[in-house]
């Protein structure tokens, strides 16, 4: 199961989840402290702007970041939950949900896992360059992209409810 929730509720949602492994998606200067339950080696923390388009001063998600949230993802051994947090809890860790989703189902529809991820998440509105990315790396040929412009914008929040994910 994959947990997504904001950086203000992670170590609550770390507690009420049992997640063993974290994927921090946040700016550079943004300082996350890992719950004391989570082992440093299972905690990926990517640094980067929520933004879709090369904006000077601020850091793009690139095929590097994508690449090593699919080898944490990959490596992730499924006993205990993985949690995804960004600092809304709306948009890069949402993106990333979808896309870890993605690359643990490769058989799956895209469209079905972006409706779960809508019904889940009535706020979720995925980082489109981290969704384009993903389809790239995962070959998916523009489905997730299309996917995700399908359900369309979430509802406007200033930080989404924390939920859950399952993988089949």
């Given amino acids: ?5 904001s950086l203000a509720r992670l170590h609550e949602t770390i507690e009420a989840s049992g997640a063993r492994h974290v994927i921090s998606l946040i700016n550079h200067n943004m300082e996350v402290i890992r719950p004391p ?18 904006t000077e001063g601020l850091v793009v998600p690139g095929l590097a970041h994508v690449q090593a949230l699919f080898d944490f993802t990959h490596a992730w051994p499924r006993q205990t939950p993985l949690l995804i947090h960004c600092f809304a809890g709306i948009s890069r860790s949402t993106a990333a949900a979808y896309a870890a989703q993605c690359a643990l ?10 409706l779960w991820l809508r019904r889940a998440s009535p706020s979720a509105t995925p980082n489109p360059r981290i969704v384009a990315l993903a389809d790239t790396l995962l070959q998916r040929e523009g489905r997730m992209v299309k ?13 989404g ?3 859950h994910l399952p993988l089949g």
């Fill in 161 to 163: 409810t924390p939920f």
């Fill in 147 to 159: 996917a995700i412009n399908a359900i369309g914008r979430g509802a406007d929040a200033y930080e």
């Fill in 37 to 54: 339950r989570i082992d440093p080696e299972n905690h990926l923390t990517l640094n980067f702007n929520d933004i879709a388009e090369e």
């Fill in 105 to 114: 189902r490769p058989d799956a529809d895209e469209m079905e896992l972006a």
């Fill in 1 to 5: 199961m994959i947990h997504v929730c």
